[in-house]
């Protein structure tokens, strides 16, 4: 959560923090400079990193600029949009996208997928890796060589937490603290200074070379939630100049030869006209399409109208509309609710696109600034904002570690998981374990260990005045709300009597990122030991209900059942008290499952006299 960082390095130095899009075709870092985010530039232009990495059969990795000039002779060693791969497996990647790339993509043992290039496997996080160690070197080059240690990174809004995990991950192999993942729409307002609203709702337009995205997001007290996101993966500005590549085709048909158009020299030269005259068009009222390869007796001029070429993208910009509707539908809302637009993505600059985006919500969009450079210009702003600098607004887009409540017998029941976006609420139904038990201690607890006594404990209350009542009939409502603060309010209402009890916590409180890190370290360390524990503190729990219930009907069993179920039926009993005390969880399991045997003819005598008495006094018909 926000404050984490400011508490923490409120008397510490200044550090340099640089905030990245991390974007699948190109990486760009920037940083808070004079009150204001810039763009870092080597040499007097940004510092636009290409995310393309070669390897060559020596294992020699380089990475930008140098990579993508090797894409053309060199595909098979050439590694470009990783980002789409980020944090999956190879069951959950499109086959038809993996048959096209001129390498393998295999998986590792955990079913992660990996590369293979050079003769060596990467995965995606290695790749990733070395993408953001060239923008951090790259960013230490613009700032006279200073030494950059943390950075804001931005992910797509859809990024589930494996993909922001991944990301993370990435981040620090390539030695940098990531000191917040930020969405992508949300650094895009954030450039736009849009935190500062007090309220409203922002629509976030991102058409690039090959995506489209559009998200709907909420700000209130300058936090924002993301409430919806929708999108084309096979929609961008490609799209566009394949429309002007088809009309240089038809410019040429019958004059040349139909082989021709397969040349990879065609598709390459005709590729880079169609662009330049599309990106001409964004400006002027027309633009020439120009194609000169005399080795292949291709020589051809055609002129191209903006109004030609608006006739001809408007099915293209319409289907982004059509996304903008669904993400408005899912979030329930209409048009005219959105406050304001956002331009991402170097697509945007069409103008019809820009006059559709206007139809469509009725507002003008914000256009200031460069749509290419607005996310990482707004990763640099949420980096100056957790460095405690002049935004005093907190932001916060998830919790760091999961928050839950300890359970019979020490185990920690997770009720909101870490990287939960927030504010967020989580409604549970708990009850009572013994009969007549009239308060429940509630102990509520932060990490991701699966015992409450390895987790931090954040704060106890109790509820009282439950009514008499069998054990496990009362309802308790249990309600953890986090609210965009970072406050945790936990409240149990018992549902008969209305009563209720509360606490308020503030989970991060004197918690460092470092802390939470280890916190993480630590669950992941112990998970296997931590997995057995929770299974035989569960175990014990299940037992102490199943003793309760077997002696409390022991008569019924002494009475019932023949000599050697009772026999059976002692024997368990005893083992299983013993058992409740003992620390290996094969015993344990042992314990109750033969319990769970010897309780068997109870239960069926006891289900029979259930029925029995159902049954008594109604006919048949009636059932
Ligand atoms: P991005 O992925 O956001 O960098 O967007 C790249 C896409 O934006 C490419 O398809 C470019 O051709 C396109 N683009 C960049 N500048 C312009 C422009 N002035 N007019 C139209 N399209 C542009």
Redesign the pocket.
């Known amino acids: 959560m926000g404050y984490i960082e400011l508490e923490v390095l409120e008397d510490q130095p200044k550090r340099v923090v640089i905030g990245i899009d991390l974007?699948?075709?190109?990486s760009l870092p920037a940083i808070w400079k004079d009150g204001r985010p810039e763009i870092l530039e080597v040499e007097g232009e940004p510092a636009l990193i290409p995310s393309v990495v070669h390897v060559s059969d020596d294992g020699t990795a380089v990475v930008g600029r140098t990579a993508r000039a090797r894409s053309m002779d060199d595909p098979a060693h050439t590694v470009h949009s990783i980002k789409r791969f980020m944090g999956r497996s190879l069951g959950e990647l499109d086959e038809a996208v993996l048959r096209r790339l001129p390498y393998q993509v295999t998986q590792t043992e955990r079913g992660l997928v990996q590369v293979e290039v050079g003769g060596k496997r990467f995965t995606p996080q290695e790749i990733s890796a070395l993408i953001l160690r060239e923008v951090a070197a790259q960013a230490s080059v613009a700032m006279g060589g200073a030494e950059i240690l943390s950075a804001v990174i931005t992910v797509p809004a859809y990024f589930d937490d494996a993909q922001r995990q991944a990301t993370r991950d990435a981040a620090r192999l390539a030695g940098l603290e990531v000191l917040r993942i930020v969405n992508e729409p949300t650094a895009a307002s954030l450039a736009y200074g849009l935190d500062q609203k007090e309220e409203g709702t922002v629509a976030v337009y991102?058409?690039?070379?090959?995506?489209f995205d559009v998200s709907i997001l909420s700000i209130e007290g300058g936090v924002f939630e993301v409430l919806s996101t929708n999108g084309d993966t096979s929609l961008?500005?490609?799209d566009?100049?394949a429309l002007l590549v088809d009309l240089l085709r038809s410019e040429l048909e019958g004059s040349v030869e139909g082989s021709v158009f397969d040349d990879p020299a065609f598709r390459q030269a005709a590729r880079l006209s169609a662009?330049k005259a599309?990106?001409a068009?964004?400006?002027d009222p027309e633009a020439d399409l120009v194609i000169s390869l005399p080795e292949l007796g291709v020589n051809a001029r055609r002129t191209v109208t903006r109004e030609e070429f608006e006739r001809l993208a408007a099915p293209l910009v319409e289907r982004s509309i059509r996304c903008c509707e669904r993400a408005l539908k899912d979030a329930e809302l209409e048009p005219k609710d959105v406050d304001e637009v956002v331009l991402?993505?170097?697509?945007?600059?069409?103008p019809l696109v820009r006059a559709e985006v206007e139809r469509f919500f009725g507002r003008a969009p914000h256009t200031e600034l460069n749509?290419?450079q607005v996310v990482a210009l707004g990763a640099a702003a949420q980096a100056e904002v957790l460095m405690g600098g002049s935004r005093d607004i907190l932001l916060m887009d998830v919790t760091p570690l999961s928050l839950g409540l300890e359970t019979m017998g020490g185990a920690a029941e997770k009720l909101i998981q870490r990287n939960n976006r927030i504010p967020c609420s989580v409604k549970e139904g708990f009850t009572t374990y013994a009969d007549n038990q009239s308060a429940i201690d509630f102990h509520v607890l932060q990490g991701e260990r699966e015992l409450a006594a390895d987790c931090r404990s954040l704060g106890r209350f109790k509820l009282t005045g439950i009514p008499p009542m069998p054990a496990g009939l009362p309802r308790v409502g249990v309600k953890f709300h986090l609210d965009a603060d970072g406050i945790l309010t936990v409240s149990a209402k018992e549902e008969s009597t209305g009563a209720s009890a509360s606490i308020e916590v503030k989970p991060s409180h004197g918690l460092t990122e470092d802390e939470v890190s280890d916190m993480l370290e630590a669950s992941f360390k112990n998970a296997r030991k931590d997995f057995e524990e929770r299974r035989r503190v569960d175990l014990i729990a299940e037992i102490g209900i199943m003793l309760r219930h077997a002696t409390a009907n022991l008569t019924v069993a002494e009475e019932r059942l023949d000599r050697e179920s009772v026999e059976d039926l002692h024997e368990a009993i005893a083992a299983a008290k013993e058992a409740r005390l003992c620390t290996e969880l094969e015993l344990v399991q042992a314990a109750r499952d033969t319990l769970d045997r010897a309780t068997m003819p109870l239960a069926a005598v006891l289900m029979d006299s259930v029925v029995k008495e159902a049954v008594s006094g109604k006919k048949l018909g009636d059932l």
């Open positions: 974007g699948t075709t190109n991102d058409l690039g070379g090959g995506t961008g500005g490609d566009l100049d662009e599309k990106v068009l964004s400006r991402v993505g170097g697509s945007t600059r069409v749509p290419d």
